[in-house]
């Protein structure tokens, strides 16, 4: 049985400064716990489960607690009630370690869940393990980024790191901005080891990131919009970066 | 003065039903109501806007209403009240010519606003000025599918067909649907003429129209997530097609 306070503090780990305060945050739905279950299992506090839910025969030592779906509507953020809810712990805070891959991306000041979220799961689908946030990023803990990402921040560290400290502590290549009038991405030759830069939906990257940067690029545009979404762009740089460059 | 009336009737425009009876949708939103000005003036029925906002000195023989952000308030379906809400009428229905362009979009039951808005953007983006949408797709004139379209959908034309009408009307030069284990999209030499089947965020492309696809094409993946985000997965096939193939 699971108690009122119990529901309770599940609900108020809905706003960010609670799941700061607690170092905990939930994850809905049966295929995001199952991605938990497949690849975090040790970040696990506990799963509250409807009685349709099993647990998959793989899981060991995971606490399960059998709730009503009334208690799953209370505790969900979602529209739609899930049949299981996970109560999940930070990863551990360690130094960073860049880890080996073609490139890096870095999200300056992304503001829509969602688009964090797809932009997560881009990266995992094209291999990437590691990934630098701002610090003014929306909330990796946010339930719009932990559904639309779709298991994938299981598999991604996602540094939140200010620009700065990053680029003395770390050699890139190359260090590229998007940006309206830059090289066309289409042109560059060799972009290993280099650091994309990707900024907000309303102000793209800051002027300070700007200046920082070797050069500017652009995705090559053939029609009268004025821009793309982030998580489209994002993903059109990671494919043409890693199959096409 | 707007009336009560009018501001029922802006309201009673968030469901689709009545958007079909009438035959008309709402925009909210200063930078879609400058895009509709100067894209599709034609279908302006009326603009209510704040005393804030200022009709474009170009803008001729619109009717603006003057209302109180209060009134705007009421009409918006949007967290954030718009300073202008036009009410704008459907395009005329014509028999649809196809237009002259390297390779058309059918998307196939798309579900999520935010993904068709957001793939008319992308489309847009790339040059496209038609797209086909199977006729269960999301209705293209839901407040989200205008809002993440950013004004594109006054330069497209989304034609809602029957897969098996237009392929018996129109000769494509073959017919591709993605799918996950299809032929790697970077090795397609040459797409010109033909037809590019995306499927719904469920469930994919459906089984009748992949049996009538020539062949399945698949966006590598080098990583462990299953699937991409469908508006992701269509900037990376507009993108491919138009810039690399």
Chains 1, 2 share one sequence.
């Not at 793989?58 to 739609?80: F, G, P, W, Y």
């Not at 073609?102 to 503001?111: G, N, P, T």
């Not at 289409?186 to 700007?210: A, P, R, W």
Request: charged fraction near 20%; aromatic fraction near 8%; hydrophobic fraction near 40%.
């Amino acid at each position: 049985m699971v108690t009122n306070l119990q529901i309770k503090f599940i609900k108020s780990l809905h706003l960010k400064k609670n799941r700061l305060e607690y170092g905990q945050y939930i994850c809905e739905g049966a295929k995001i716990v199952q991605e938990l279950i497949s690849f975090k299992p040790e970040y696990i506090e506990i799963v509250y489960a409807a009685d349709e839910w099993s647990l998959p025969i793989t899981a060991k030592n995971i606490r399960l607690e059998r709730v009503t779906c009334k208690d799953l509507e209370k505790m969900s953020q979602h529209a739609t009630v899930p049949s299981v809810i996970a109560l999940v712990n930070f990863p551990k805070k360690i130094p960073f370690q860049p880890v080996l891959q073609k490139f890096h991306l870095f999200l300056d000041q992304i503001a829509d869940p969602g688009n964090l979220g797809t932009i997560i799961r881009t990266a995992d689908w094209y291999g990437h393990k590691q990934l630098f946030l701002s610090p003014n990023c929306v909330d990796l803990y946010n339930s719009k980024v932990i559904q639309s990402a779709m298991g994938s921040h299981f598999r991604m560290e996602c540094v939140e790191i200010n620009f700065n400290d990053l680029v003395a502590n770390h050699t890139f290549s190359s260090i590229y901005s998007t940006a309206m009038r830059g090289n066309d991405l289409n042109q560059l030759k060799d972009i290993t080891g280099s650091l994309v830069i990707m900024g907000s939906e309303s102000h793209g990257v800051s002027s300070e990131l700007l200046t920082a940067s070797d050069s500017k690029i652009t995705i090559p545009s053939f029609g009268q919009t004025e821009s793309l979404n982030v998580a489209v762009a994002a993903g059109i740089i990671l494919h043409q970066f890693t199959t096409n460059t």
